[in-house]
């Protein structure tokens, strides 16, 4: 989010920044010097942000800043974060937040009349996340960058240009050649070749013309996946494909 493009956003009825880093679906990241030209756009505001930094473990290069400990930010920043992406416990339904405390009484407020807590098996198992699980996370994402690597390289050898994320464990890789709509690219390739990707206009028209990838998944499946989509390219070019 460059900095310039935030302040010519900002109006007098902005309330609140979202910043959802890394990010889905492109796997971009914001550095610290980022942060920094993003905390200065902010200081004479009363804006509040919301950081969402679930994926946050999951950073390749360097270690994840959070805009908290960016001066002056920690006081008007909410993070938002969870169990599901740093401890592979997606549907454990089991997050948590930290922000000042004038505005996080009031959230639980709302909070404990919409859900009555999370569930027990749930607590149990993050406390041993927490306390006994620290090193399988860098084992994980050793293993993500490599699929993420393999990924990358593997879709612009297929043609299809696609940047190096930074975290999360997707990428985004460019259809524009193709002459497909993003939606049609996926529902034929689905069907033709059983490969499922996500298209990029489900994330605002901005995504148009391209795809989001997961590499979450062994690489013997994500060969065998970049196989078919190489087959399918092949068929498109052929004009097999309708």
């Known amino acids: 989010l460059p900095a310039d493009e935030l302040r ?3 109006t007098d009825k902005t309330k609140l920044l979202v910043l959802p880093y890394p990010k889905n679906p492109t796997g971009a990241i914001m550095r610290r010097e980022d942060l920094e030209e993003i905390a200065q756009v ?16 999951l950073t390749y290069s360097g270690k994840h800043c959070s805009i908290a400990e960016i001066e002056g930010m920690r006081e008007r920043t909410i993070v938002i974060n969870g169990f599901s992406k740093s401890f592979a416990m997606t549907g454990w339904r089991l997050g948590f937040l930290g922000g000042p405390k004038e505005i996080v009484s009031q ?8 859900i009555m807590s999370s569930p027990t098996v ?12 620290q090193k399988d996370i860098d084992t994980m994402r050793n293993e993500y960058n490599i699929r993420r690597r393999f990924v990358v390289d593997a879709f612009n050898k297929l043609g299809l240009k696609c940047f190096a994320p930074q975290g999360a464990f997707y990428v985004f890789p ?14 034929k ?7 499922a990707v996500v298209p990029g206009d ?3 028209e901005c995504g148009e013309g391209y ?13 065998e996946a970049i196989k078919r989509i190489g087959e399918f390219l092949e068929d498109i070019r052929n004009g097999n494909v309708q």
């Open 189 to 195: 390739l689905v069907y033709t070749k059983k490969v």
């Open 202 to 204: 489900a994330f605002g």
């Open 107 to 114: 959230m639980l407020k709302l909070h404990q009349y919409a």
């Open 8 to 10: 010519e956003k900002i």
């Open 42 to 57: 902010l200081k004479d505001t009363n804006i509040i942000i919301a950081s969402d930094e679930i994926y946050s473990e």
């Open 122 to 133: 749930s607590q149990y198992a993050a406390i041993v996340a927490m306390h006994s699980c």
């Open 174 to 187: 460019c259809i524009k050649d193709t002459g497909m709509k993003s939606a049609d690219f996926c529902e």
């Open 211 to 223: 795809v989001r990838v997961s590499y979450a998944y062994s690489l013997n499946h994500l060969r």
